[in-house]
């Protein structure tokens, strides 16, 4: 059964750096993986994502110079490193996976995680 399981939130101080982990089934080897999240009362918005060598990275406005994306394929392993927490990073974090190639749109996804909620306290 293909899964998505994220790992690594929890609760943290603002300006603190927390990783977050997903690990995927072996099914998704040659997928583009994304990281997406959704704060109280909005709607899911684009962190990140990556293709599957690594070659192509994207990420949001928002988190670009304080969040980073990798992948280790070996280990089905996707991450994202968030550094200089802020309040409003607070959200659920989806991990998700296409073939279809790494993009900020959530309709390019076919599979996602259950989610991992991060909160950032002031």
């Known amino acids: 059964q293909a899964q998505l399981v994220e790992s690594g939130g929890g609760l943290v101080q603002a300006g603190d750096s927390l990783i977050l982990s997903c690990v995927s089934s072996?099914?998704?080897?040659?997928?583009?993986m994304g990281w997406f999240r959704q704060a109280p009362g909005k709607e899911r918005e684009f962190v990140s994502a990556?293709?599957?060598?690594?070659?192509?990275?994207y990420y949001s406005d928002s988190v670009k110079d304080r969040f980073a994306i990798s992948r280790d394929n070996a280990k089905h392993t996707v991450y994202l490193a968030m550094n200089s927490l802020r309040p409003d990073d607070t959200a659920v974090y989806y991990c998700?996976?296409?073939?279809?190639?790494?993009?900020?749109?959530?309709?390019?996804?076919?599979?996602w995680g259950q989610g991992i909620q991060v909160t950032v306290s002031s």
């Open positions: 998700a996976a296409t073939f279809r190639g790494a993009s900020e749109y959530q309709r390019g996804y076919d599979y």
């Open positions: 072996p099914s998704f080897d040659g997928a583009a």
């Open positions: 990556i293709s599957w060598n690594s070659e192509y990275i």
